[in-house]
């Protein structure tokens, strides 16, 4: 099986950064996505992260440490509409396509 | 230009009643999955297909029934419905493998109350 953990919930402020942690126990997976999730909204895409390092798009970036079993979302110039979930989840080699999330990390941007 | 629709999007019943879910995606992409979102568990998957006429089960699959008879329909069916069925059920579909960087698009979500 595979465990996959993230806060609960953070707050930020307008205009700071903001890291959000993903661990992870598995027993193998070929990448970890990202996916942001407003209130009430579907997820959407926001990164995915195959090999160890940083993946940068824009104000939002996605590490991956395979060795450590870590990933994070780095958030810059936070701006009130990133207030949101946001999901880690793992695609697993199974043989079959199958993603497994997290348990999500509801991000709240203050002004 | 729609994507990916689910209907109905809201839905209340009663316990025992059967209860379809649809989805329709207008990509032709060849995999589609349901998820039910839950307090405290996140996005759990129920049922996934690779392909018309090619259906597995997911994580928790129990009570659920799928068909995908044409590519772009995947509906989801609780034969009789229960109280732990009361979830918010999202459609997904992806054009290409998932370890390939396959992103999965989500429908609107489809939210059922069984009571």
């Known amino acids: 099986g595979q465990n996959i953990d993230q806060p609960t919930e953070m707050t930020a402020t307008e205009g700071a950064i903001v890291q959000i942690n993903c661990t992870y126990q598995?027993?193998?997976?070929?990448?970890l996505f990202w996916y942001q999730q407003h209130a009430g909204e579907a997820p959407t895409f926001l990164s995915y992260?195959?090999?160890?390092g940083l993946e940068e798009k824009g104000r939002f970036s996605s590490f991956l440490s395979r060795s450590k079993g870590y990933s994070y979302l780095l958030l810059k110039e936070l701006q009130m509409k990133d207030s949101a979930s946001y999901l880690c989840?793992?695609?697993?080699?199974?043989?079959?396509?199958?993603?497994?999330f997290g348990t999500g990390t509801r991000l709240l941007v203050s002004p | 230009d729609a994507g990916i629709t689910q209907s109905p999007r809201y839905k209340i019943t009663e316990t025992g009643r059967q209860v379809t879910l649809m989805c329709h995606q207008t990509?032709?992409?060849?995999?589609m999955f349901w998820y039910r979102q839950d307090l405290g568990h996140g996005l759990r998957l129920i049922y996934y297909s690779a392909a018309a006429d090619i259906t597995d089960k997911g994580e928790v699959p129990d009570g659920y029934v799928v068909s995908r008879s044409k590519t772009e329909n995947f509906p989801l069916t609780l034969e009789s419905a229960t109280r732990s069925q009361t979830s918010v059920y999202f459609c997904a579909s992806s054009g290409s493998p998932l370890g390939g960087a396959g992103e999965l698009f989500f429908g609107e979500g489809s939210r059922l109350t069984v009571l």
């Open positions: 598995t027993s193998g997976f070929n990448g």
């Open positions: 990509w032709s992409h060849s995999y």
């Open positions: 992260n195959v090999l160890d």
């Open positions: 989840a793992l695609a697993l080699n199974t043989g079959f396509q199958k993603l497994v």
